[in-house]
Structure formats: structure tokens, C-alpha cells
Nanobody, 120 residues
Framework: VQLQASGGGLVQPGGSLKLSCVHS????????LGWYRQAPGKQRELVAR???????TYSDSVKGRFTISRDKSKNTLYLQLDMLNPEDTAVYYC???????????????WGQGTQVTVSS
């Protein structure tokens, strides 16, 4: 199983970005998909998560500004980032909790991360 994140970049305060995360490989069942971020000198933190099928959780710091969504037909998880501010600067990672086979234990997978920098 592989997760490939993309869409990061440099944006001015108040701007927007859309991150994508494509998952591939042999997957029997997905339990949850999420976005996390890690700023320099800080611990990795949850940004948003969807517990399949549709239970969504946002961190308080992004609620109302970020939107997580999923296109099942494209095996893609999205994160729309709006009203960005410098405190959102971080490496953003996608994550999946899934079963690779029917009776397998759930496993956790991570993408490689994509840098989001908010600066004027």
C-alpha cells in the first residue's frame, strides 16, 4: 500500500490550497483516512480525519477553514485549505488505517508529506 500526497506550496496569508492523497495497492477495507501536519519543532498533529463512511473530525484550529473530502472512485483523499495563516505552515501528511486482507489486523500507513508554507 502506498499513499502519495501532493498539492503543497507557498501561499500568501488568506490564500487557499488543495492537497491530494492518492492511495494504491491491495486494500480490502479502509477504516479511516486523515490529514496530519507537523510544524518545525512541534509534534505531528491531527488536522482532519474521516472515519469511513462519513464521520468527520477537524482540529479546532482548522474548523471552518479546512475541508476534508474523498473521491472513492479515484482512490483520492483531499484537503481544501482556505483562509490560510502563517500558523498553518507545516509538512502535511496523509494517513490511512486499513485492512489489506479480509481477516488481517488493521494497519496504519503514511504518505511522504507535502510542504505548505504561508508567508507574505
Amino acid at each position: 500500500v502506498q499513499l502519495q500526497a501532493s498539492g503543497g506550496g507557498l501561499v500568501q496569508p488568506g490564500g487557499s490550497l488543495k492537497l491530494s492523497c492518492v492511495h494504491s495497492g491491495t486494500i480490502y477495507s479502509i477504516r479511516s483516512l486523515g490529514w496530519y501536519r507537523q510544524a518545525p519543532g512541534k509534534q505531528r498533529e491531527l488536522v482532519a480525519r474521516v472515519d469511513i463512511p462519513d464521520n468527520i473530525t477537524y482540529s479546532d484550529s482548522v474548523k471552518g477553514r479546512f475541508t476534508i473530502s474523498r473521491d472513492k472512485s479515484k482512490n483520492t483523499l483531499y484537503l481544501q485549505l482556505d483562509m490560510l495563516n502563517p500558523e498553518d505552515t507545516a509538512v502535511y501528511y496523509c494517513s490511512a488505517d486499513l485492512q489489506r486482507r479480509r481477516f488481517a489486523f488493521p494497519e496504519n500507513f503514511w504518505g511522504q508529506g507535502t510542504q505548505v508554507t504561508v508567508s507574505s
